[in-house]
């Protein structure tokens, strides 16, 4: 068999799974009945209804033809690691980890750490105009967040401000 | 007359100086988003939203909605300088807006977006505060029943409405409601789906979802893209005014678009796109006056018909939610966890609790569209120098402040791996072609949903019939089925996708 097309494909295989997976889930709470419900009664009914609405995509992806077969296409993995990669580092620069023992940096080092990473997803990177961005950004951050919005953050690392 | 009282409450509401400034704000950061391509109302709205924290709750509805009517106007002024859509409701004045900037004609045709718009937000303003009060009225019968039968039907609505698969759509709606109800059951107390994570009791924030999806998702679509060569008409704005036979030409445009936009903004799953879409279609089905312009190449109706729209069905798009609760559109669904951040339970009962932030936000957006017009027309200049800040330097600051967002929402960094798992996510449905707004309808609905199953099934002792023995609810279901049936009828179902293809 064929697949007629690739996106209703995938996608038809993502919801099936995944409503399967919760309808799952579900049946390790109490059901219960209509007029009693417990909380697995509706997840269950949505995950069902879920895992059959994918089941129907899946099978016309492999009936109904499509002109070009509508493939996926190339991942962009550059930016896709560059972007996700950045705020994670953000979270783990502005507030440590602590498992590992690495203390929290502090607001402004998450900013430029964040920054850096981020702008490699691009196409061009200039690492001057990038650290003029940070600095840009750390300033309008500070006064925005810190001095007006007067949100609770760590700033500097917590070894310097203890 | 209750509605001039009204309107006079929410006007001195509305002028404060607190909320003037608020609303300027809102209207300023609209214009600001909706002239940056690459970045819309839902990814900006959630990233505000943990910034209104601090605020009174009147202050921050008033900034979060003149965000969205404001994208509205600042979306015309991208597609008509640099051929690229700011919004995605501005997608249609590319066409005409484009083709007049490159025949010199930039001035007029963003006069024509501004003035088209300016008139259209007064008018869809005045519809929701008329409209109000009498939805409200039904709003009250509503029972359980009613209130899980209306949610189909908004839900399906949405759909049906939406371009793109209507089965990819509807699963997508089902996988927002499933996410939804990730936390802890109101009813039983137990954890669903929180896989013993203390930070998932609480549930999935919906700006968590709306950040990585919208706005990370989009971004790492954006850069897998090769930078367009802009062309920026930025010396040739000159004489913004359009000429005697230009308004002759652009007035019935406008009130075509103001009506049609203020009709289809009501709809479920209807607001600033599918107005526009609509406006533009209408017009382009009408006789051209002799000597006028053909469309696709530079007529004015073009540019003032779907920008007349997409301002009004900004506007309209607010009465369910203000009336019934229920989000029409991803925005709104923003707007529904805005309010309850602050404590208010958004329905019909809005505006007899809090009246004056009721009435004061529509007329806060009355006023909002007067800043709009002068932010937008004599200050254009400042926009067009906008244009020229290269994408390279916008999507760090973008994701930074997302980063800060989320963070700040619960000062919790499991949010920050959340939203980046979200993120990929977001960047899967592109990749797969399905549209993520409906997700984010089904997940602010889902909660709401069950919860009304619940009620309405206790009442019945487990009889599923309520729902069609009870008249209103039979008849709101039989709505939902008939907008099912209309969509699916083949001849229907291929000029759909005709209208969707035609951009």
């Known amino acids: 068999m064929k697949i007629k097309s690739q996106?209703?494909?995938?996608?038809?295989?993502?919801?099936?799974?995944?409503?399967?997976?919760?309808?799952?889930?579900?049946?390790?709470?109490?059901?219960?009945?209509?007029?009693?419900?417990?909380?697995?009664?509706?997840?269950?009914?949505?995950?069902?209804?879920?895992?059959?609405?994918?089941?129907?995509?899946?099978?016309?992806?492999?009936?109904?033809?499509?002109?070009?077969?509508?493939?996926?296409?190339?991942?962009?993995?550059?930016?896709?690691?560059?972007?996700?990669?950045?705020?994670?580092?953000?979270?783990?620069?502005?507030?440590?980890?602590?498992?590992?023992?690495?203390?929290?940096?502090?607001?402004?080092?998450?900013?430029?750490?964040?920054?850096?990473?981020?702008?490699?997803?691009?196409?061009?990177?200039?690492?001057?105009?990038?650290?003029?961005?940070?600095?840009?950004?750390?300033?309008?951050?500070?006064?925005?967040?810190?001095?007006?919005?007067?949100?609770?953050?760590?700033?500097?690392?917590?070894?310097?401000?203890? | 007359m209750d509605l001039i009282n009204n309107l006079s409450l929410g006007f001195g509401v509305a002028f404060t100086f607190q909320n003037l400034i608020y609303g300027f704000i809102g209207c300023l950061l609209g214009t600001l988003i909706g002239v940056l391509p690459g970045i819309g109302p839902v990814a900006t709205i959630a990233m505000l939203l943990p910034a209104t924290y601090a605020l009174p709750p009147i202050a921050a509805l008033i900034m979060l909605a003149g965000i969205y009517y404001g994208a509205q106007y600042g979306g015309s002024t991208t597609a008509i300088l640099v051929n690229l859509p700011g919004e995605s409701s501005s997608v249609v004045t590319v066409i005409d807006g484009y083709q007049m900037a490159r025949k010199g004609r930039a001035g007029p045709a963003l006069a024509a977006a501004g003035l088209g718009s300016f008139f259209a937000g007064c008018v869809g303003t005045l519809i929701l505060a008329a409209f109000a009060a009498p939805l409200t009225e039904v709003a009250f019968k509503f029972g359980p029943a009613e209130y899980f039968s209306l949610m189909i039907l908004g839900l399906i609505g949405a759909v049906v409405l939406a371009s793109g698969s209507l089965l990819k759509a509807v699963a997508m709606i089902v996988l927002g409601l499933l996410l939804g109800l990730v936390g802890t059951d109101v009813n039983s107390g137990v954890a669903r789906f929180s896989f013993d994570i203390p930070e998932l009791t609480d549930g999935i924030g919906f700006i968590t979802i709306a950040m990585g999806v919208f706005g990370y998702g989009e971004i790492?679509?954006?850069?897998?893209?090769?930078?367009?060569?802009?062309?920026?008409?930025?010396?040739?704005?000159?004489?913004?005014?359009?000429?005697?036979?230009?308004?002759?030409?652009?007035?019935?445009?406008?009130?075509?678009?103001?009506?049609?936009?203020?009709?289809?903004?009501?709809?479920?799953?209807?607001?600033?796109?599918?107005?526009?879409?609509?406006?533009?279609?209408?017009?382009?089905?009408?006789?051209?006056?002799?000597?006028?312009?053909?469309?696709?190449?530079?007529?004015?109706?073009?540019?003032?018909?779907?920008?007349?729209?997409?301002?009004?069905?900004?506007?309209?798009?607010?009465?369910?939610?203000?009336?019934?609760?229920?989000?029409?559109?991803?925005?709104?669904?923003?707007?529904?966890?805005?309010?309850?951040?602050?404590?208010?339970?958004?329905?019909?009962?809005?505006?007899?609790?809090?009246?004056?932030?009721?009435?004061?936000?529509?007329?806060?957006?009355?006023?909002?569209?007067?800043?709009?017009?002068i932010l937008n027309l004599p200050l254009i200049g400042m926009w067009i120098k906008l244009l020229t800040v290269p994408y390279r330097w916008l999507f760090p600051a973008i994701v930074l402040f997302c980063a800060i967002g989320v963070y700040s929402t619960n000062n919790n960094t499991f949010d920050i791996w959340l939203v980046g798992a979200f993120g990929v996510i977001g960047y899967l449905f592109i990749k797969l072609g399905v549209e993520p707004a409906p997700l984010l309808l089904g997940f602010i609905l889902g909660p709401m949903m069950e919860e009304n199953l619940r009620r309405a099934l206790l009442l019945s002792r487990g009889d599923w019939t309520v729902f069609v023995t009870r008249g209103l609810s039979a008849s709101l279901l039989a709505a939902a089925a008939v907008l099912l049936i209309v969509v699916l009828l083949p001849s229907v179902k291929s000029k759909r996708e005709e209208a969707f293809v035609e951009e």
């Open chain 1, 7 to 162: 996106k209703d494909f995938f996608s038809g295989l993502m919801f099936t799974v995944v409503g399967a997976a919760f309808g799952y889930g579900a049946t390790s709470y109490n059901v219960g009945t209509g007029a009693r419900m417990g909380p697995g009664y509706f997840p269950l009914l949505l995950g069902a209804i879920l895992a059959l609405l994918g089941a129907i995509i899946l099978f016309k992806s492999l009936v109904v033809e499509t002109p070009d077969g509508e493939p996926v296409g190339a991942w962009a993995w550059r930016p896709l690691f560059y972007i996700i990669a950045g705020n994670l580092l953000f979270g783990i620069l502005l507030g440590g980890l602590p498992s590992i023992g690495f203390p929290a940096m502090g607001l402004i080092v998450a900013i430029f750490g964040t920054t850096i990473v981020v702008s490699m997803a691009g196409d061009e990177f200039k690492f001057k105009e990038t650290i003029v961005l940070s600095i840009i950004l750390s300033l309008m951050s500070y006064a925005a967040f810190i001095m007006l919005l007067k949100l609770q953050f760590p700033v500097w690392p917590s070894f310097i401000s203890g």
């Open chain 2, 220 to 373: 790492i679509a954006n850069l897998s893209q090769p930078e367009d060569k802009r062309e920026v008409f930025t010396g040739k704005v000159t004489g913004l005014f359009p000429t005697q036979e230009d308004f002759k030409n652009m007035i019935p445009a406008v009130l075509r678009g103001t009506a049609i936009g203020s009709m289809l903004g009501i709809l479920p799953g209807g607001g600033a796109l599918l107005a526009a879409f609509a406006a533009y279609t209408i017009e382009k089905k009408t006789k051209l006056r002799p000597g006028e312009v053909p469309f696709g190449q530079g007529n004015i109706r073009g540019v003032a018909a779907p920008e007349s729209a997409n301002n009004a069905g900004a506007q309209t798009s607010f009465i369910p939610l203000l009336t019934l609760g229920i989000p029409p559109n991803a925005v709104m669904a923003l707007m529904v966890g805005a309010m309850t951040i602050h404590n208010i339970q958004p329905g019909p009962q809005v505006m007899t609790s809090n009246p004056e932030l009721f009435w004061g936000l529509i007329a806060s957006m009355w006023i909002g569209n007067a800043m709009l017009i």
